[in-house]
């Protein structure tokens, strides 16, 4: 596999063609970025630990039959990924009320949900992601019928995948965002995509409450890097710095 042009570049990532039409690399940078760009720094070393994190939860998916768009992890930065179409909706899951939730609806962050909440975001940069309904997703054609139902019932079963491991590892999965994307090479699959990290999850200690996550970053808690770090420790991956 050969690394060729620079396709895409994102907030928190870049995209490269490969040799293979059907293969991409997915290049993860230290940039942070919150409140769709308006809070902007570096973090060094994110990019290689959001790399570890993310790679290792696509794996514990992929095994228990989720498709994914992850092939493999290549290197320090950098993931082989399938090449898919991007479905332009962000899907938030939610089992503990927490950020923009908790604001908009006046809650205090912290109160568990009886069940989790999915939530849909149009991914459009110039209106800022806005939160939209199911009905949106069907009737502006973002995705079908078939495709938003996989989605729903893909996002329970990752739930309860992800909330058991993070909880083996003294950790609270109270919110994250998902992304989803039609494969190239196999019209009519739908697969995970883009990234499970700290920069995308919320992720708090079950004892203390730390945040371990990018509230770090976005509240200006410090010690960001290191927070990420010590979800990386706790699921037994190795950094070599
Ligand atoms: N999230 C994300 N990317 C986005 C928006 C949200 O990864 O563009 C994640 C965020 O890290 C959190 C969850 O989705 O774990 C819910 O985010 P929320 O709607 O509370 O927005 P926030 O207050 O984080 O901007």
Not at 62 to 69: F, L, N, Q, R, W
Request: with cysteine.
């Amino acid at each position: 596999m050969e690394k060729r042009d620079r396709l895409y570049e994102g907030k928190a990532k870049v995209i490269f063609a490969t040799d293979d039409p059907n293969l991409y690399v997915q290049y993860f940078k230290d940039d942070a970025t919150a409140f769709n760009g308006v809070k902007k720094g570096t973090i060094t070393d994110k990019g290689a630990v959001n790399n570890l994190v993310a790679s290792r939860l696509m794996t514990i998916l992929e095994a228990v039959g989720i498709p994914v768009h992850f092939v493999k992890r290549l290197n320090d930065r950098e993931q082989l990924i399938r090449k898919v179409e991007i479905i332009p909706v962000e899907v938030v899951i939610r089992n503990v009320v927490a950020g923009s939730m908790a604001k908009r609806l006046g809650l205090p962050e912290g109160q568990p949900l009886p069940r989790p909440i999915l939530e849909f975001y149009y991914k459009a940069d110039a209106l800022d992601d806005p939160l939209v309904i199911r009905d949106h997703v069907l009737v502006f054609g973002w995705a079908t019928e078939a495709e938003l139902a996989w989605i729903e019932q893909t996002c329970l079963r990752i739930n309860d995948v992800l909330i058991g491991f993070f909880a083996n590892i003294g950790i609270r999965l109270v919110d994250y965002k998902l992304e989803f994307g039609r494969l190239a090479s196999q019209p009519g699959q739908v697969v995970l995509a883009d990234e499970i990290s700290p920069d995308t999850c919320r992720l708090w200690d079950l004892v203390t409450g730390e945040k371990l996550d990018k509230d770090r970053f976005r509240r200006d808690l410090g010690g960001v890097v290191e927070a990420y770090r010590e979800v990386a420790r706790r699921m037994g991956l190795a950094l070599d710095s």
